[in-house]
Every structure is written in C-alpha cells, then in structure tokens.
C-alpha cells in the first residue's frame, strides 16, 4: 500500500512524487505515459530559471529527478476507476487497465488535459500533415504559407496573431457570431493586415491532396452557403479536453470536467487531492503545474498526520 499515490506522470504528477517522497513517505506515481503534454512539446522558454528547454529533455530530467527518491514508477498504467475510502482515513483503491488495483491512503489526480478535437473528416488523417495543435511548435513549419486558426476565444486570437507574424496569411473561423477573446486581443488582430476574420463559421472538412493539407471547406451559418479556403495549415484552437472521463460520478467536477480543487488542492473527497491542467486552477502551464503538484503533496501530507489509521 502507498500513504502518496499520484496519477499522471507530467509535471504535476512530478513535483507531487518528489515533494512526497522527500517526507519518507511510500510514494507511488501511476502514469499513462510518463512525461504528459512536456513530450509533445518542441521549445520552452518559460520555465523560469531554464531559459530554453524542449520537451524531451524536460521530460527525461523531470524522470531523473523522480528517480532520485524511493518512487515506485508505474509508467504506461492507465488508471480507470477510483473507489474512494469507505471511512475517512481509510485506503482509497484505483483501478489499472491492465486489471491491477493500487490502494493508498491519499491519492494525487494529475492527469492533465489533451487539444479538443474538431471532429470534422480530414482532421485525423492530416494531423501533423498540415493540421496542428500548437502555434509554438509548429507555426514556424508555415512560414510565408496561408493558415487558418479555427476558434475565436483567446487561445485562438493569440495564435493566429502570433501566426500572422510567422506565416503569408491568417484566416480564422469563429463558430458563433462573435468572437470570444479579451477585447485588447481582437482589436490586436484587426489591426494585423494579414488577417481575415470570419464569423459564424461551422469548419465542416479539411481537405488535401498528395497527404498534405490543401484547404478546408465552412459554411456560413448565417446563409446555410458552403466556401473553400485554399491554405496549407489548420490550427485547431477551441480549447482543452481533461483527463477525467474515468472520474465522473466519483468525483467533483466543473462544468467543463477540470477536477474542482480548492486553494490546498482538496477534492470532493477527504484525502484526495488534484492538481494541473486536469483541474480548475487558471492557466494551464508548466511552471503552474510543478507548483501544484507540489502544493497537492504537501496538503497530502498534511492529511496523513492528522488521520491516523484506523
Ligand atoms: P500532463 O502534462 O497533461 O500530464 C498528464 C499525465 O497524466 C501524463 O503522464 C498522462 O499520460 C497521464 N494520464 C492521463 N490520463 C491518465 C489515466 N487515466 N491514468 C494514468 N495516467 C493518466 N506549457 C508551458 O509552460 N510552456 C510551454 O512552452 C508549453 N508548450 C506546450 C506545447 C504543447 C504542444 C502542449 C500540448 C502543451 C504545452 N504547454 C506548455 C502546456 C503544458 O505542457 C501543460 O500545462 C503541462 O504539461 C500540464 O502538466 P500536468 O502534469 O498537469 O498534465
């Protein structure tokens, strides 16, 4: 049994078993794919103190640096269920994939989130063949090439303005009749001259030729007409999806299903605990993640000296 038993290997999941396992405590960290979102990543350079960084490198000196404690590593274990303590103080059970059961007297969520996906044929078959996630990472492929973002709230406005410093030309496709973003980032991108902006657009294909990307095809919402985009790149920007799918009815969560946690990382039930991007906390960083995985820890900690067992 484990007195710390994290769920997710990103930097949430991280900090949380090196934070944990520093107080000797039997320390635990179950995780899909060891490294999260951060193996995905190309550069970083907001990690404060590392000026630049890319994912792969961060992933392996996060895992170093977890391997530096007495952390048992379950790497490629999906968790499915979590069937919490039948008495406060008592040992919470998940289930694995693979037909395992962990029990352990707190548990850390940090199961992250991935890109919401558009849904629409094409997007599959041309992802990373000209349909992208991450402005950052890939925007440089597009160089002087024609671009849609696809979503209008303010991760979408911040990429394509962002984009339209990279790129020929940005078109991008806002579902609903307006945009969602901060004012200050809509005015920003109607002052860019590369930059078309359409309204009450529903993307309903992306299309190509040769394996690549070569347009998309919307329609108009408000005249029922379908158009083509000749462009070589779509950005799909409409938002976050997070990991919790396995915690619903189990556990509290928002409307958005991000794990509700307070400013100690408590959960709905005693002795469970959350951080990252697969909570409520604002702003889905690394740095935002490693301090909440750290915070979730401590108050697991915390919990374990005032529960006694049994
Ligand atoms: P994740 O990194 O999402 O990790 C989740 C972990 O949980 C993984 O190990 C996953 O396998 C595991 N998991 C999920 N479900 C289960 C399950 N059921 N059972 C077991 N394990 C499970 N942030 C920055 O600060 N700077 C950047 O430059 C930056 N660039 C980014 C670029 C890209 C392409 C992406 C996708 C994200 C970027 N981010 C960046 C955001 C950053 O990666 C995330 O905020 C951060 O990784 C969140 O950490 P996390 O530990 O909460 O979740």
Request: with cysteine; net charge negative; aromatic share 6%.
């Amino acid at each position: 049994d484990f007195e710390v038993l994290v769920i997710g290997g990103g930097p949430a999941g991280s900090a949380a078993a090196i934070y944990a396992a520093r107080k000797g405590i039997a320390t635990g960290i179950a995780a899909e794919r060891f490294g999260g979102q951060v193996a995905d990543t190309m550069g970083i350079e907001n990690l404060i103190s590392v000026p630049y960084t890319e994912g792969p490198k961060l992933v392996a000196a996060m895992e170093q640096h977890v391997n530096e404690y007495d952390v048992d590593i379950m790497n490629m274990q999906r968790a499915e269920k979590l069937i919490p303590a039948s008495q406060p103080g008592g040992l919470h059970e998940v289930r694995l994939a693979n037909g395992a059961s962990l029990k352990s007297r707190t548990v850390v969520l940090s199961t992250g989130a991935r890109w919401r996906q558009l849904g629409v044929p094409g997007e599959e078959e041309y992802r990373n063949k000209g349909v992208a996630y991450c402005p950052h990472c890939d925007g440089p492929l597009f160089k002087g090439k024609r671009v849609a973002v696809i979503g209008g709230g303010n991760s979408g406005v911040e990429a394509a303005i962002d984009l339209a410093g990279i790129v020929g030309h940005v078109t991008l496709i806002e579902f609903g009749a307006e945009m969602r973003a901060d004012e200050v980032l809509q005015k920003k991108l109607r002052s860019l001259s590369n930059v078309e902006i359409i309204t009450s657009g529903q993307t309903t294909e992306i299309t190509g030729e040769n394996g690549k990307v070569n347009g998309l095809i919307y329609t108009d919402r408000n005249t029922g007409e379908s158009h083509q985009v000749a462009l070589e790149g779509v950005f799909v920007q409409i938002g976050l999806v997070p990991n919790t799918e396995w915690l619903k009815g189990d556990i509290e969560l928002s409307q958005h299903g991000e794990i509700i946690v307070n400013d100690r990382n408590e959960t709905s039930i005693p002795g469970v605990f959350a951080a990252g991007d697969a909570t409520t906390v604002p702003y889905k960083q690394i740095v935002i993640s490693m301090g909440e995985g750290s915070k979730a820890a401590l108050s697991a900690f915390d919990f374990l000296i005032r529960n006694s067992a049994e």
